[in-house]
């Protein structure tokens, strides 16, 4: 029996195993060895040259990499921080709400799915410094939104917030609406107030849930390129470029591959660390 | 029989009806100020898509109008000019787009649903030796950074000569797709009772006839849900098509990217572009609202 089940469970799963393996983990690992040689695709016919731990160094040592990765996480860090809070609000609101729920929360959820390319674009003309409607409704004058160094990057944040909050929004509704009411008769009874029962009871026992949306918003935003592509590409003068858009740059406008492969594993170790503290706490969910 | 005097009590009653009426309206302002912020926020949030779909209406005059015309005379010029029936200053083949997305989110949605759906029945109904290790490691792939993994699968489509054909993006969003499918329905099968199958076994039925003529038929609901999940991931997608496609396999997003480059002044004909992207998401979105949450966590969302 215990032989059968092994064997039924594996046929099972053995082909997209397999599929996973071939199309993505052997690319993968192909990927770690060109990212110790220099290989250039523009010359024709391409030589692959064995550099040792140089392209890591060469990223490790160039200021570009780390004013990148110092805006990636500035970034990252800004845009699940504000939707983590508005998210939470409208969650709050939803909860409560006395009618309409449903209705609230379709609206609020349809910009997570829009396609970024879409967003980016109509952000872009929202932004525009003359008849766009940031500057139009607020009556900002003529800001050049996607121009400035710092205007641009609070422009490119707000527009991801914009697209992210619902994520969040949607699983701490779901994590509000799945708690037990007991605690807050008790609270209610010992006297606590609106804020104390929040506080106290409300947030510890949706402490998990937060954690689950912060973890899987945090590795989504640090890969970010769709909406920067359209927003600013990267600009002014790089000052919206993350780890990503720096990539594609090396990797398929230099056509330095080697270079761009050591680039995406310096990325894959942050996202390791990240993924492994949400798959921690995902299993320590499940035990 | 003397009747009970009524004023001794009169007073504290009258206190107790006033202070439940005036939390009974406390209650009533509080829930009309949550309304009230419910709206603001669902305008603020809607404001970016109602601009699409306004604009995508707009002669140009009206969209470059200071200040912002609100109330404007709509025209199908942008539409138009999209399906090729009036000129346009951008050069481009909407048809191409259109077909090569609904080919390419189609095929890798189907290969992803073949190859998943038994995957998932066994991740959530079998034990087998390394069932943990091969579930976290189809969860490991899917929080890759879709750069790290596109340079790799851009030089392999390059040896085997893929490049630019549908092929290639099927493969490419079978490595999101795969993972996403076999997390959701995972969880969709773990919802359904184990009786189901044990019944159909005393009946006599092999482990592959408990799965594909009990559990199946009852899973469609999931089925349709995390093929839409699917088929959207592709849908959306930018980095993979712009990488791997240029002339034969393009996708709309990258119909979408290309008018940028060329920055007229066509604002409408871009919004009107955007709205034959945007609107089937959107109405696919209102449709698996009830399995946004098992979707969301499956991962739902290429970020």
Redesign the interface.
């Given at each position: 029996m215990r032989d059968?089940?092994?064997r039924?469970?594996?046929a099972?799963?053995a082909?997209?195993?397999a599929?996973?393996v071939l199309?993505?983990?052997l690319?993968?690992l192909?990927?770690l060895y060109?990212s110790f040689h220099r290989w250039d695709l523009s010359v024709v016919p391409s030589r692959i040259d064995w550099v040792g731990l140089d392209n890591y160094r060469e990223h490790l040592t160039s200021a570009e990499f780390w004013r990148v990765m110092r805006f990636t996480f500035l970034y990252t860090f800004s845009v699940v921080g504000g939707s983590f809070l508005i998210g939470l609000v409208?969650a709050l609101?939803?909860k409560?709400?006395?009618?309409?729920r449903?209705f609230?929360?379709?609206?609020?959820?349809?910009?997570?799915?829009?396609?970024?390319?879409?967003?980016g674009?109509?952000?872009?003309?929202?932004y525009n410094p003359?008849?766009g409607?940031i500057n139009?409704?607020f009556g900002l004058g003529q800001i050049s939104w996607l121009g400035e160094v710092r205007t641009a990057m609070i422009a490119v944040i707000l527009t991801t917030i914009?697209q992210s909050?619902?994520?969040i929004m949607?699983?701490l509704l779901?994590g509000l609406q799945s708690l037990p009411e007991e605690p807050f008769e008790a609270a209610l009874i010992d006297g606590a107030s609106r804020w104390q029962s929040f506080r106290h009871v409300t947030l510890p026992l949706l402490m998990p849930t937060i954690m689950?949306a912060l973890l899987?918003?945090t590795?989504?935003?640090?890969?970010?390129?769709?909406v920067i592509?359209?927003l600013t590409t990267g600009g002014p003068a790089g000052a919206t470029e993350t780890?990503?858009l720096l990539?594609?740059r090396i990797?398929?406008r230099h056509f330095a591959?080697g270079e761009?492969?050591a680039l995406?594993?310096l990325?894959?170790i942050v996202?390791i660390v990240?993924?492994a503290g949400?798959?921690a706490s995902l299993y320590r969910r499940n035990q | 029989m003397p009747t009970q005097p009524p004023a001794q009590p009169m007073p504290h009653a009258a206190t107790a009806a006033r202070r439940r009426v005036s939390r009974r309206q406390r209650r009533r302002l509080e829930d009309a100020l949550t309304v009230l912020a419910l709206i603001v926020a669902t305008v603020i949030f809607f404001f970016p898509i109602y601009t699409i779909l306004s604009v995508s209406f707009k002669a140009p005059i009206d969209i470059m109008a200071t200040p912002i015309k609100w109330f404007f005379r709509p025209t199908l010029d942008n539409y138009l000019a999209l399906i090729g029936l009036r000129p346009s200053e951008f050069q481009f083949d909407l048809p191409l787009h259109f077909r090569n997305s609904l080919i390419v989110g189609g095929g890798s949605t189907l290969l992803s649903l073949i190859l998943g759906t038994p995957a998932a029945y066994a991740f959530a109904r079998v034990r087998f030796r390394g069932q943990n290790a091969s579930l976290l490691f189809l969860l490991a792939l899917r929080m890759l950074p879709p750069i790290t993994t596109v340079i790799p699968l851009f030089l392999l489509m390059r040896n085997l000569r893929l490049l630019d054909t549908q092929l290639a993006l099927i493969l490419a969003y079978t490595t999101f797709n795969l993972p996403f499918i076999v997390w959701m329905l995972r969880s969709f099968f773990l919802d359904l009772p184990q009786e189901l199958e044990e019944a159909s076994w005393i009946d006599g039925a092999t482990r592959w006839q408990g799965f594909s003529r009990v559990i199946l038929p009852l899973s469609a609901p999931g089925l349709v849900a995390s093929a839409i999940f699917s088929l959207m991931l592709s849908w959306n997608d930018f980095i993979f098509a712009v990488i791997l496609t240029s002339r034969k396999a393009p996708t709309l997003p990258m119909l979408i990217a290309g008018f940028t480059t060329e920055m007229g002044v066509s604002w409408g004909i871009m919004m009107a572009a955007g709205s034959v992207v945007v609107l089937p998401v959107l109405l696919f979105t209102l449709f698996v609202q009830r399995y946004l949450v098992m979707g969301l966590t499956s991962g739902a969302v290429k970020g």
């Open positions: 059968t089940a092994e039924f469970g594996w099972l799963v082909p997209t195993l599929v996973m199309i993505l983990a690319p993968l192909f990927s060109i409208l609101l939803l409560r709400a006395p009618v309409a449903g609230f929360t379709a609206m609020l959820t349809l910009p997570m799915m829009m396609t970024p390319i879409v967003a674009l109509v952000w872009r003309l929202m003359t008849y409607a139009q409704i914009w909050t619902p994520f949607i699983l779901a689950v899987i918003r590795i989504f935003e640090f890969r970010a390129f769709d592509w359209i780890l990503s990539n594609f990797s398929f591959v761009g492969a995406s594993w990325m894959l996202t990240l993924s949400f798959i | -």
